[in-house]
């Protein structure tokens, strides 16, 4: 038989096709994940010789949020922002480690119709330890007029009004996964020609999983419904697959990439330190939320989904039972 090679797709390549699927399509937001995929090649390299270099470590600030800063935080978030600045299809930005957005404040920017919200570099507490890290964003289309400096209510929309949404894990190899009306497509960085290439096309979140994640040495803080939750998933049930296996790296982006390929539930219950949550809405949770959901899964904040919920500041926190369908289902039921 004819060995057949396979034929690597880039991430430009593929942008462009699935251009071409829309009449009316400009190309606009095509180069907008370009470039952020730019962006993220760029700290990839830095995450990757960061034991070589003196950017480990606390950079003695803490964010808007009270968290200490990691030094690679702090290059993640202005290598982004640089990038965006110079790309000629973003409004301006929003980030988990600024207290505001910013607005570009040029006359291209004041005519493009896009601004990003992301977080630079989460899970960054594992920077040390060498664990996955990783980078997630979200685009929305503005709806301040054009011509004009975008405003707070481009960025306090809620996910519903998602264009796109991705993330890009640092691990053993560096993967982006985004996703948008057409589905989730995963690209692994090929590094011998510095590209993005499809290697995950179509990618499903399975309806049902075996892995339950969550930081279990916060029990003594969640509800009883929770915590009767975890004692379900304990259980020894052969028929229903249980017990479940319990897996929590500490990064969201660590966690929901296992998740979606592998099937499972992420939970970021609200408890008594936290009452409304610990995870960021529009930097963590939104987009998140979005490429489970493309990818048939389910996103829930504990009585309806997190796509839905109206945000009112920039830094809004949220619980979140995200994952494969039935399981966040189940976990809700308790919940509930």
């Known amino acids: ?185 995963g690209f692994t960085l090929e590094s011998s020609i510095g590209e993005y290439c499809l290697s995950h096309p179509d990618m499903k979140c399975s309806e049902q999983g075996k892995i339950y994640s969550l930081n279990q040495g916060n029990t003594n803080k969640y509800t009883q419904g929770l915590k009767d939750y975890l004692n379900y998933c304990m259980e020894e049930n052969k028929e229903e697959g249980r017990p479940l296996t319990h897996r929590y790296i500490g990064s969201m982006v660590a966690d929901l990439h296992r998740t979606l390929i592998k099937g499972g539930i992420f939970i970021y219950p609200a408890d008594k330190k936290n009452v409304n949550g610990k995870l960021r809405l529009q930097y963590e949770c939104n987009p998140m939320a979005l490429i489970i959901e493309a990818a048939g899964g389910k996103a829930e904040h504990g009585s309806g989904r997190i796509l839905d919920i109206e945000p009112t500041e920039l830094h809004q926190r949220t619980p979140i039972f995200i994952g494969s369908k039935n399981m966040v289902e189940k976990a809700l039921s308790f919940t509930k």
């Open 1 to 185: 038989m004819e060995n057949k090679k396979r034929k690597l797709i880039t991430l430009d390549e593929f942008t462009i096709q699935q251009t071409r699927k829309f009449q009316n399509a400009t190309g606009e937001l095509s180069a907008l994940l370009r470039d952020i995929a730019l962006a993220c090649k760029i700290i990839n390299k830095q995450v990757n010789i960061a034991g070589l270099v003196d950017i480990l470590g606390k950079h003695g600030a803490t964010n808007v949020q009270g968290e200490e800063q990691m030094k690679l935080d702090i290059f993640a978030d202005e290598t982004l922002i640089n990038v965006l600045q110079n790309s000629a299809e973003c409004a301006g930005i929003a980030s988990e480690e600024n207290d505001e957005f910013i607005a570009f404040q040029d006359e291209f920017s004041w005519n493009s119709k896009y601004v990003v919200l992301f977080d630079p570099l989460d899970g960054s507490s594992n920077i040390d330890v060498n664990a996955s890290i990783g980078t997630i964003f979200s685009i929305y289309k503005r709806v301040s007029p054009l011509g004009s400096p975008c405003n707070e209510a481009d960025f306090l929309q809620a996910g519903n009004k998602l264009m796109a949404a991705g993330y890009v894990i640092y691990g053993s190899s560096t993967m982006l996964v985004y996703a948008t009306k057409l589905g989730v497509n």
